[in-house]
């Protein structure tokens, strides 16, 4: 395993593996890897001849009162997971190294990013699609995989690599859970040791409003409210949303049918966790 901090090695290496006949599996992440990342790579490995893991905590995606600094780092820690995954390369570079300058051009996501995650964070997603538009380009891998804990992250690339005629293939893989049902998360250690006792409940909630689906209720409203009052009555986190959306195009609906995501965030003392289900509705 080859560790690559700046483009111009990145690309050219890739290129040479491009050249005789390799594709190329790329997973983009910020570090601090964890098994929801592994279970990326180890598919990557599965369906690609090449895996390229990208590490970049990103400024770009994080607001002025967000986590940029306190976001957990550990590069000797991911270099040992990456090699024993069988990552080729872990491209690694400085912030200075992607953003050397103020940018000229930045890419602006217009739809989905009023809901969810995009709502409490303005301008996330636009740091997310502009630095993966970099990395696709710095990378160009055939296919590029991410985890659908970030199910609004997945369909607004799928949106960006449409509408710029990306040529790569992105597959979503399933939330990886601890045992006890809290989806993987690199943030998950900055939780208090009550707050971690109580952050189940979250997949819990969402297990309960799947129950109540299947039970025949068709009215968001009702489902909502089922998690909310699971949530406030099990746990000390404040909730910043609990909504329901179409899948992937994450619109609003009236009646639950068809493809649709159930998704909330909720804040801790020094976290915010998110999770999300998607389920078709016959
Ligand atoms: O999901 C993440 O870790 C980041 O948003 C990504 C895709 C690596 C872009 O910085």
Same mark, same amino acid.
């Given at each position: 395993m080859k560790v690559i901090t700046t483009i111009d090695e990145m690309q050219e290496t890739i290129l040479k593996d491009k050249k005789i006949g390799k594709s190329v599996g790329f997973v983009p992440t910020m570090g601090f890897l964890h098994e929801g990342h592994l279970s990326l790579i180890k598919k990557a490995r599965g369906e690609t001849d090449i895996v390229v893991l990208s590490i970049f905590v990103n400024p770009l995606q994080f607001g002025p009162?967000?986590?940029?600094?306190?976001?957990?780092?550990?590069f000797e820690r991911d270099h040992k997971l990456a090699e024993n995954n069988g990552v080729d390369y872990i491209f690694y570079p400085s912030v200075e190294e992607i953003y050397p300058e103020p940018l000229t051009v930045t890419v602006k996501v217009n739809a989905?990013?009023?809901? #969810?995650? $995009?709502?409490?964070?303005?301008?996330?997603?636009?740091?997310?699609?502009? =630095?993966?538009?970099?990395?696709?380009n710095i990378v160009q891998p055939t296919k590029a995989f991410f985890g659908m804990k970030d199910a609004q992250q997945i369909a607004i690339v799928e949106g960006l690599v449409n509408d710029f005629h990306i040529p790569i293939e992105i597959i979503p893989i399933e939330i990886v859970r601890e045992?006890?049902?809290l989806a993987k998360s690199s943030r998950n250690v900055n939780l208090l040791t009550i707050e971690r006792d109580q952050a189940p409940v979250l997949f819990e909630s969402l297990q309960g409003a799947k129950a109540l689906i299947e039970n025949g209720e068709k009215n968001p409203n009702i489902v909502i409210s089922y998690i909310r009052e699971m949530i406030l009555d099990k746990t000390n986190g404040n909730i910043d949303y609990i909504e329901i959306y179409s899948y992937p195009k994450l619109l609003e609906?009236?009646? #639950?049918? $068809?493809?649709?995501?159930?998704?909330?965030?909720?804040?801790?003392?020094? =976290?915010?966790?998110i999770d999300n289900l998607v389920l078709n509705i016959q």
């Open positions: 009162n967000e986590d940029l600094s306190s976001y957990p780092r550990d989905r990013t009023d809901v #969810l995650c $995009g709502r409490s964070r303005p301008g996330h997603f636009d740091g997310v699609a502009t =630095v993966l538009t970099k990395l696709f045992s006890d049902g609906l009236t009646q #639950l049918e $068809g493809k649709i995501i159930i998704a909330l965030a909720v804040k801790f003392s020094k =976290v915010r966790l």
